[in-house]
């Protein structure tokens, strides 16, 4: 058993890190957040298929030669259409989708932020079903909230900055969790909810 959560209505990759530059004065850079029509998946992280060119090595792959998740425990991001609108109300038309580091983005008007998604994630579509497990807050960083506020990089931390850490916490930034096996996720699939008893 599962509960529907919406249809997914973005798919995007990162072609190398968000955050550039060494800290403290690193800076949150969309310009390689890319949106595709289809990623697969396996245990290793993601790969985006453009449907013209080469398919694109997500930097939370394993294999990405930057990879920033070799352990390949939470390389895949989920995101609500409503937590982003929160989003751009809040800081701005710079809010863009994707702009928030997101793997899948679904058609959900409220939002998942506060939810407990612990249980785990089921993706549906044509190709099967796509288990994610370890599914937990996506932790807003500093750069990505000096990137809301429209911040530039400095060695101290502002109160603004502060605040929009709280802010944009409890899932308010999306989710992350590790797929457990090879799969593919197309426009249009749909994510659930997997009840708790059921099994990985």
């Keep these: 058993m599962s509960t529907v959560l919406g249809p997914v209505v973005g798919l995007f990759v990162q072609r190398q890190p968000v955050k550039q530059g060494r800290a403290p004065l690193r800076r949150y850079r969309t310009d390689d957040i890319v949106g595709v029509p289809a990623l697969t998946v396996d245990v290793?992280?993601?790969?985006?298929?453009?449907?013209?060119?080469?398919?694109?090595?997500?930097?939370h792959h394993r294999l990405h030669p930057a990879s920033r998740d070799r352990r390949g425990t939470g390389g895949i991001s989920v995101m609500a259409t409503g937590d982003h609108v929160r989003l751009r109300r809040r800081y701005g038309d710079h809010l863009v989708d994707g702009a928030a580091g997101c793997t899948l983005l679904i058609?959900?008007?409220?939002?998942?932020?506060?939810?407990d998604l612990g249980a785990g994630l089921e993706v549906h579509g044509a190709a099967g079903v796509l288990v994610l497990t370890g599914v937990r807050v996506a932790v807003p960083c500093v750069e990505f909230s000096r990137f809301c506020l429209g911040e530039p990089a400095s060695a101290e931390v502002s109160p603004a900055v502060r605040t929009a850490l709280a802010e944009l916490d409890g899932g308010?930034?999306?989710?992350?969790?590790?797929?457990?096996?090879?799969?593919?996720?197309?426009?249009?699939?749909?994510?659930h909810l997997r009840e708790p008893h059921a099994p990985s």
Excluded: F, K, S, W
């Design 44 to 59: 290793d992280g993601v790969i985006g298929h453009p449907g013209v060119g080469e398919p694109i090595l997500d930097v």
């Design 107 to 115: 058609d959900e008007p409220d939002g998942l932020a506060g939810l």
């Design 172 to 191: 308010a930034r999306g989710y992350r969790g590790a797929a457990t096996g090879p799969g593919r996720i197309e426009l249009g699939d749909v994510l």
